[in-house]
Nanobody, 119 residues
Framework: QVQLVESGGGLVHPGGSLRLSCAASGSFFDIRAMGWYRQAPGKERELVATITSAGSTSYVDSVKGRFTISRDNAKNTVFLQMNSLKPEDTAVYSC?????????????WGQGTQVTVSS
């Protein structure tokens, strides 16, 4: 069983910053990638950022230049530094873990943390 626990969400004014953390624990092996998704009310879940085991990163266009994803491999933890936040960034942010062999990739998800950007 895999547990992903997010923290760091909250209420912030437009232009502010937040840093999300997600720690993975339990039974998994061969981490392939970790990432962050978000889902706003009435909208589909959106992939925000990913980081591979090699350290390659990717971002959805709407957050490029504002968000930075990073990892602490020793602690199986992924971070999302969010700067210059906008009201449209308001959503529940969840972390994901892709792990296992290339013939049997597995995906695990956290419960999510609320991020609200409002004046």
């Amino acid at each position: 069983q895999v547990q992903l626990v997010e923290s760091g969400g909250g209420l912030v004014h437009p232009g502010g910053s937040l840093r999300l953390s997600c720690a993975a624990s339990g039974s998994f092996f061969d981490i392939r990638a970790m990432g962050w998704y978000r889902q706003a009310p009435g909208k589909e879940r959106e992939l925000v950022a990913t980081i591979t085991s090699a350290g390659s990163t990717s971002y959805v266009d709407s957050v490029k230049g504002r968000f930075t994803i990073s990892r602490d491999n020793a602690k199986n933890t992924v971070f999302l530094q969010m700067n210059s936040l906008k009201p449209e960034d308001t959503a529940v942010y969840s972390c994901s873990l892709t792990w296992g062999t290339i013939w049997n990739l597995r995906y695990s998800w956290g419960q999510g943390t609320q991020v609200t950007v409002s004046s």
